[in-house]
């Protein structure tokens, strides 16, 4: 028979990719200098020459070698190639053997979530959250359970993870930067988590593990990213080059379950039969060695960081309030009525497509995704200043 | 928790696998050319040349364009292709709506399988079969009930199927051109399957899904593949370019969804729900491209032909029985001892890598994966001789 949950998750659109799709009909009907799309996570900057330099000398190799089949867990020196690179970043010693490629950052999750959890358990997810989270803990057999940010600061609020941490609770998903608030968890905030995890872990068999979903790494606005296994140690690494190397259609990413975690030789097979179990045979050959070329290519920061600059300063100038993004492409900002949905509905009048807080699991926010062109921006900024001009008038 | 189940089929090495990387070792110690390594299903024979053409065309569109993501079913204009080249073989008149581009086969079958089943429903599998499907049936919270083939012709048994059969029969798999076999199941075949499952049917709400697996479906020596759902209208058919193409490593195939399928409609949006539950975004853009520009490119069936006339024949005067394959690069052969796990430990000691039936569900055959260098083929052909003369001299 066909499968209820199945259906559902595939017949309901998620809400992002909804206004993605009303936003490719506007322009159709409008043209598209008109629409404001700010709904998507899809980098506008190019993947940096090195990927396209890579694929060219890789189509020199023989086909059998270029598109075969690669070991489960991805070529041996690509994931030399990824635990090197980490190892010059953070002085860590890791090796071949603590990295799985996969099929992108989604991959790594779902498959990590698998790997560490059993029905009935619990996973802790930080509200707001990347929505698929939720979909993937499900079919894992267990229990979302949304803890609040600090509303101030979109900080991970370490008291409210120990107030909600029962017997069951399997593990904590964070991802800094954050998605969609732009947050980046400070030393001080990895450090209250860790406390409050290992303080939990003094009294069961199997510690708390930390997933740290990290696709915007390299997307950051002159803080640190602190290297969350080197704070506490039960922590599995989930990353995609999707956003640092612009290459989200490619698929392909990897898990980290480093060396140092004390039940690394129980969750590496984990995680290697999760994907197994869920489907997945190898990430992407040809793209596994973009990713040994390309290990240590930068990010274009700069392209966004000019974006955010302007749309932040003509929010603020226009009496928008938002958390101040240091890392991500997202901004999150106050809606300007209790109802964020409603809001969102309201810009679209303007050609504004921003996605509504509801789908992150909280209420009165909308999120813009500032990895657009440059120049929609711009054109956009008197349209979000008739919005609030709008609601200004009402009151 | 760390998930026992992950780990289990984590930490078991499929057998194939294992046997691969023994041949990896063997072959570092007394060099490639001596080990004769059948195990693996990766093609020798290299992509078609417009494979490369169609990689650098695209390497001259806009990074955004040809790295993004693209719409989880896949790009509009590579559905669309797909489906006009089965509407050209087996005039048919499918749309892109029926079409839904997957990260490889075993995504195509996972999905499906997920798509179709709830937990405590049976599937049913044609045995000797594909040792994955068992672990997908599995994860999907169903039973795996193996049904065995016909012994002679390993031909599906549609009155075996048909005693298989309960009220919790959601599904049967099947694989033709068969791995392990090389068998085509015969229209007379799918017609018998057909009428025992519309038989069946009659007393049910919703009908048993056939799901057919086709990864090898150009990979044939003159006989007819028949289209399968011309012959059984709830068919859902999972399809990959790893064989004919030659891309295991890219991971790219689709799923089709008939619209001659009476629960298309309920059955397409399950698929794209078990693709997004499992952590599946998108199949990788390039080679969706890859496919849209090759996906009428012809395999090269005549290098296999040759690998499996001088095997054959080969065999044949050293006195083995084997099935006569029809289709796929694989040969089953009766093993020359009841127990095929220890008569493939004993031809190890001629260098020779076969794969036990045990791991494909039945006891006292082997599995060759001719799809290796013709020259490998040749040069192992004494050392098969020199096992059989070895079983012949004890008897």
């Known amino acids: 028979m066909v499968n209820d949950t199945m259906f559902a998750r595939g017949a309901e659109s998620s809400v992002i990719r909804e206004i993605f799709s009303y936003g490719l009909e506007r322009k159709a009907q409008i043209g598209a200098d008109k629409v404001f799309d700010y709904s998507l996570g899809n980098p506008s900057v190019p993947a940096p020459a090195a990927v396209r330099a890579s694929i060219e000398r890789s189509l020199q190799l023989p086909s059998d070698q270029l598109h075969g089949y690669t070991p489960a867990p991805g070529l041996p020196e690509v994931r030399t190639a990824v635990a090197e690179s980490l190892n010059r970043r953070f002085g860590t010693s890791y090796g071949m053997g603590d990295v799985f ?11 990590t979530i698998h790997a560490l959890t059993n029905p009935g358990e619990e996973v802790i997810v930080i509200a707001p959250y990347f929505p698929e989270y939720a979909v993937w803990i499900e079919k894992a057999g267990a229990t979302c359970v949304e803890v609040l940010a600090d509303q101030g600061t979109f900080q991970v609020d370490a008291q409210a993870v120990a107030a909600a941490i029962t017997p069951r609770t399997a593990a904590v998903i964070i991802d800094s930067p954050n ?7 400070t030393r001080e905030t990895l450090d209250a988590l860790a406390a409050v995890l290992s303080a939990a872990n003094a009294d069961r068999d199997e510690p708390i593990y930390l997933i740290s979903d990290e696709p915007y790494r390299e ?22 080059y999707s956003k640092s190397l612009s290459l989200p259609g490619e698929r392909v990413g990897w898990v980290l379950v480093p060396n140092t975690c004390p039940n690394a030789s129980r969750v590496m097979p984990a995680i290697a039969g999760a994907a197994r179990t869920l489907g997945f045979v190898c990430a992407p050959a040809l793209f596994q060695r973009v990713v040994a070329d390309c290990v240590d290519e930068p990010s274009d920061v700069a392209a966004y960081a ?6 932040t300063q003509a929010l603020s100038s226009y009496g928008y309030t938002y958390v101040e993004p240091d890392g991500a492409f997202y901004l999150w900002v106050k809606a300007l009525e209790d109802d964020a949905e409603a809001f969102c509905e309201r810009a679209k009048r303007y050609e504004l497509l921003p996605v509504p807080s509801n789908s992150f699991g909280v209420p009165g926010w909308f999120r813009l995704g500032y990895c657009i062109d440059y120049d929609v921006i711009v054109n956009s900024l008197p349209a979000w200043k008739q919005l609030a ?3 200004r008038r009402e009151r």
């Open 179 to 185: 998605n969609p608030t732009g947050a980046v968890y």
């Open 389 to 391: 001009d709008d609601y």
């Open 219 to 240: 997307i950051v606005y002159g803080v640190e990213v602190p290297w969350v296994p080197s704070i506490y140690e039960n922590t599995v690494v989930c990353y995609s």
């Open 306 to 311: 000019r974006n955010r600059e302007v749309l």
């Open 101 to 111: 490629m996969t099929v992108g950052a989604a991959a790594s999750v779902s498959m």
